[in-house]
Structure formats: C-alpha cells, structure tokens
C-alpha cells in the first residue's frame, strides 16, 4: 500500500511537469495547426539560463527561475519570427512549419553542444529533495511535491488567462478561425508572439524541475516526445485533454516502474500512444478543429 501511494504521488508529480510541456504543444497547434518540435529546445534553454544564472547570481532560484523563463519565453518568439512566420505568410501548408520545427530543435540542441559542451550539469542543491513522510502514509520527496503544487499553479494561471483575458479571448477566437480572428481586428503577429511567449515560459518551467531530476545536458529537450505523446493521449489542441494525457503518462511511467520494471517505461508510455491512434485518433478530448481551446 504504501509503495502504491509512493508510486502515485511520483506519477503526478511526473505527470504535472508533462503537463507544463504538453500545453505549450497544445497551444501552438490550437493556433497554427502544425506541432512545434522545436518545443524541447525552449525547455533546453530554460535550463541553461537557470543553471548559470543560479551559478553567478548566488543561488537565487527566484531570480534564475524569473530569468529563465523570460529568456524561453524570448527565445520561442524569436524561433517563431526567424523560422516560422516567413513560412506561413507564403504558403497555408502546414507540413512546412512542422519540418521547420524539426530544423530548428537540431539547431538549438547543437547551438549548445558548440557553446556549453555536452557534459551532464548538476543545477546548485536550490530546491529540496529531502523525503517527507505523509500522514504516516508513505514517504516521498519535497521535490515531488513541490513541482507538483508549482505546475498547478502554473496550469491554474494559464487557465485563469485564457478565460479572463483579453488576449485569451483572442486565442479562444484565433483558435476558432485564425483568418478570421485576423479579419475581426486581432493583431494575428502579436498573438502569435504571445502563444509562443506563454509555451516558452512554460516549458522552462518543466526544464528546471527536468534539470533536477535527470540533470541538464543539451539532449534533454528529447524528453519533450512524451509530452508530445501525453497531448496526442489527451487530444492535440485540448489544453484539459493534454493535462489529463500527462498525468496518465506519468502515472502509466511510475506504476510500471514500481511494479513491473523500470525498462518497460518507456514501451508502455509509446504503446499508449499507438493504442490510441488505432482507437480514437483525436484523443480522449479531440475536438473538432474549430473547437480547439
């Protein structure tokens, strides 16, 4: 009982860090139909930032969380502008941004194998990973808990801005219809920035929980493709379907490797992906395209 307890709490911990990646997913398919595979690359830099703002900055995780996650967010708007938007001003093909998107993951991954080196990097001892027993229940890590209580407060307040907002209401609108949002008056580009910005921002987050449970090396953004598999589970351009998707996926990682084995992980997790396919291609929540947000 208790391992079971332990193994849960793991999974959503893992689940919610998923989430974080998989929304940024969602979002940018909601607006320009195509997934961004250049999304592991912002979590990447979101990481780096932190680790050497956190080295030169003495340890203040509250200003290298802060920076890190202005320079994802910077960074994904300056990808979109560079790579992306010359394409969609020419062509409504949205294979192009996707191969695109590919193109620029690998430039960014080897960007930092050039710059830093690929040596694994441990981020400074800032946040706890101290065990904490609950209710005489079980035992799990501060460090689960706590990435798990950051990610809801994130996920609560992209929730609270896309139903409050006004630029929510113009990603609900642009979701819609893009052409149409545009049509209306709504500065498309801006909006644009924007979705990018807010899934930067929110894959440096989980780069940072990432960094500290797998360390930080310029291949981590390849963990993206679960969160990429958690927002097909959950139905690509849902954002609940992509937070349930997660926690399945967490779940699904952490009870296999508490009760069958830690090599199957990752087979469960991609068998998922394809059961799902088969069954209900646009996922537990897909929705018509013009339903996306």
């Given at each position: 009982?208790?391992?079971?307890?332990?193994?849960?709490?793991?999974?959503?911990?893992?689940?919610?860090?998923?989430?974080?990646?998989?929304?940024?997913?969602?979002?940018?398919y909601?607006?320009?139909?195509?997934?961004?595979?250049?999304?592991?690359?912002?979590l990447?830099?979101?990481?780096?930032?932190?680790?050497?703002?956190?080295?030169?900055?003495?340890?203040?995780?509250?200003?290298?969380?802060?920076?890190?996650l202005?320079?994802?967010?910077?960074?994904?708007?300056l990808?979109?502008?560079?790579?992306?938007?010359?394409?969609?001003?020419?062509?409504?093909?949205?294979?192009?941004?996707?191969?695109?998107?590919?193109?620029?993951?690998?430039?960014i991954?080897?960007?930092?194998?050039?710059?830093v080196?690929?040596?694994?990097?441990?981020?400074?001892?800032?946040?706890?990973?101290?065990?904490?027993h609950?209710?005489?229940?079980?035992?799990?890590?501060a460090?689960?808990?706590?990435?798990?209580?950051?990610?809801?407060i994130?996920?609560?307040?992209?929730?609270?801005?896309?139903?409050?907002?006004k630029?929510?209401?113009?990603?609900?609108?642009?979701a819609?219809?893009?052409?149409?949002a545009?049509?209306?008056?709504?500065?498309?580009?801006?909006?644009?920035?924007?979705?990018?910005?807010?899934?930067?921002?929110?894959?440096?987050?989980?780069?940072?929980?990432?960094?500290?449970?797998?360390?930080?090396?310029?291949?981590?953004?390849?963990?993206?493709?679960k969160?990429?598999?958690a927002?097909?589970?959950?139905?690509?351009?849902?954002?609940?379907?992509?937070?349930?998707?997660?926690?399945?996926?967490?779940?699904?990682?952490?009870?296999?490797?508490?009760?069958?084995?830690?090599?199957?992980?990752?087979?469960?997790?991609?068998?998922?992906?394809?059961?799902?396919?088969?069954v209900?291609?646009?996922?537990?929540?897909?929705?018509?395209?013009?339903?996306?947000?």
């Open positions: 009982m208790e391992t079971l307890v332990q193994q849960l709490i793991n999974g959503a911990s893992l689940g919610s860090v998923y989430a974080l990646i998989a929304v940024g997913y969602s979002l940018v909601s607006i320009l139909l195509f997934s961004n595979f250049a999304h592991g690359g912002f990447v830099i979101g990481g780096y930032i932190c680790y050497y703002a956190l080295r030169s900055l003495g340890n203040n995780i509250w200003i290298a969380g802060g920076l890190s202005l320079g994802a967010g910077l960074s994904a708007v990808t979109e502008r560079i790579a992306y938007k010359p394409i969609r001003e020419r062509t409504n093909i949205t294979l192009y941004l996707l191969i695109a998107s590919l193109g620029m993951s690998i430039v991954e080897n960007i930092f194998v050039i710059v080196g690929g040596r694994f990097r441990a981020l400074p001892p800032v946040i706890p990973t101290d065990p904490v609950l209710f005489g229940l079980t035992t799990t890590s460090f689960d808990l706590l990435s798990l209580a950051v990610a809801v994130f996920l609560a307040a992209l929730q609270f801005f896309i139903a409050k907002s630029w929510g209401l113009a990603i609900r609108a642009a819609f219809d893009l052409k149409t545009g049509l209306m008056g709504i500065n498309v580009n801006m909006l644009i920035s924007i979705v990018f910005f807010v899934a930067g921002m929110l894959a440096a987050v989980g780069g940072i929980f990432l960094s500290v449970r797998y360390t930080l090396y310029p291949q981590l953004g390849a963990i993206t493709i969160a990429f598999v927002a097909v589970v959950g139905g690509l351009g849902s954002l609940p379907g992509a937070v349930i998707g997660s926690l399945i996926l967490g779940l699904a990682e952490m009870l296999t490797a508490g009760f069958v084995s830690s090599q199957l992980r990752d087979l469960v997790v991609f068998s998922l992906l394809v059961i799902t396919l088969l209900k291609p646009t996922g537990l929540f897909g929705k018509k395209p013009l339903e996306k947000v």
